[in-house]
């Protein structure tokens, strides 16, 4: 102990205080009253529990089945799996003209990005900026519709002008 320095020392001494302190609180006897307090909020909770369940019905649940599928249906204001960009593209896409087309230009260039196939026995489905469609879905952009699906390509059809574009997949 003579080697020790004054820092040890204290460290120590503070860890000896700090047992005593834990076998006094460990070793002194605890009151009873903890026995008579756990049977009053058994009760309690039981009462609570036979209230709550007195107010469930099966209506209930079928009112909660119907408002989980009511809010599923619902149109999301964000879809939640497309990315930002496909995202940014679809909502400008999806914004009505705010002045009508001058005589003489063009209609404004729609683009397309066929991402992937997905072909379940006789359904074949496409992912189109990245939303998935099958064969004879209307477009997210108003006007389109998607007519044929193939691995290599999809073709889709403008309702107004009766115009098809060929969109080829892109790796």
């Given at each position: 102990m003579a080697n020790l320095a004054t820092r040890q020392k204290i460290i120590l001494g503070v860890?000896?205080?700090?047992?005593?302190?834990?076998?006094?609180?460990?070793?002194t006897p605890k009151k009873k009253n903890m026995g008579v307090d756990v049977k009053q909020k058994t009760e309690e909770?039981?009462?609570f529990v036979t209230t709550l369940s007195a107010?469930?019905?099966?209506?209930?649940?079928k009112s909660l089945g119907s408002l989980i599928f009511?809010?599923?249906e619902k149109e999301w204001a964000k879809d939640p799996f497309l990315d930002e960009k496909s995202l940014k593209a679809w909502i400008k896409a999806k914004e009505p003209l705010k002045e009508p087309p001058?005589?003489?230009t063009s209609a404004?260039?729609?683009?397309?990005s066929y991402a992937g196939y997905i072909e379940l026995g006789r359904k074949r489905m496409a992912i189109i900026n990245g939303i998935e469609y099958r064969?004879?879905?209307?477009?997210?952009i108003k006007g389109y519709v998607l007519k044929s699906v193939s691995p290599a390509k999809v073709v889709i059809v403008n309702l107004a002008t009766r115009a098809m574009f060929t969109v080829p997949l892109e790796e």
């Open positions: 860890m000896g205080i700090a047992v005593l302190y834990a076998a006094v609180d460990f070793l909770l039981n009462t107010g469930m019905s099966k209506d209930a649940a009511a809010r599923a001058k005589r003489g404004p260039k729609i683009a397309f064969e004879g879905d209307a477009l997210d």
